[in-house]
C-alpha cells in the first residue's frame, strides 16, 4: 500500500501541460456541479463520461496541478479539468487502418 499516489503528492507544474490549447479530449468519467459552475443547480450533470471536448485554456490549482478548461460540444459546458479526468483523441482515432509513410495510391 506504500506505492499509492495521491492527488498531495503530485505536482504537475514541474513539467508541461499534457494537453495544448486547440487539441481534442474527451472526458473519462461523468462530471456534475459541485455548486462551482454558476447556473447550473448542484448535481446537475454537467459533462458525459466519453464526452468530446476542446481544450479552450490552461490554468493551474493550489501551485500543483494544471487545470484545462475543456469546452465540450455536446452539452455546450466549458468545464476545467485535471489531466487525469481526459483522454487526448488523436486525428483518425476511429479509422482501423494503420497509418503509413507513403502517400496515398502509391504502392511498392
Known amino acids: 500500500m506504500s506505492n499509492i499516489v495521491r492527488d498531495s503528492e503530485v505536482v ?9 490549447y486547440g487539441e481534442k479530449v474527451k472526458a473519462k468519467r461523468m462530471v456534475r456541479n459541485d455548486g462551482t459552475y454558476a447556473g447550473k443547480e448542484i448535481g446537475e450533470l454537467l459533462v458525459k463520461k466519453g ?3 476542446v481544450v479552450v485554456s490552461i490554468g493551474t490549482f ?14 455546450g459546458n466549458r468545464v476545467g479539468m485535471k489531466r487525469r479526468e481526459l ?14 509513410a507513403l502517400p496515398a495510391g502509391r504502392g511498392l
Not at 12 to 20: D, Q, S, T
Not at 62 to 75: H, N, P
Request: proline fraction near 10%.
Open 87 to 100: 483522454l487526448p483523441i488523436w486525428d483518425g482515432e476511429e479509422e482501423d487502418e494503420l497509418p503509413c
Open 62 to 75: 493550489l501551485q500543483q496541478f494544471y487545470i484545462y478548461g475543456v469546452e465540450f460540444t455536446e452539452s
Open 51 to 53: 464526452e468530446q471536448g
Open 12 to 20: 504537475e507544474l514541474n513539467r508541461p501541460p499534457a494537453f495544448r
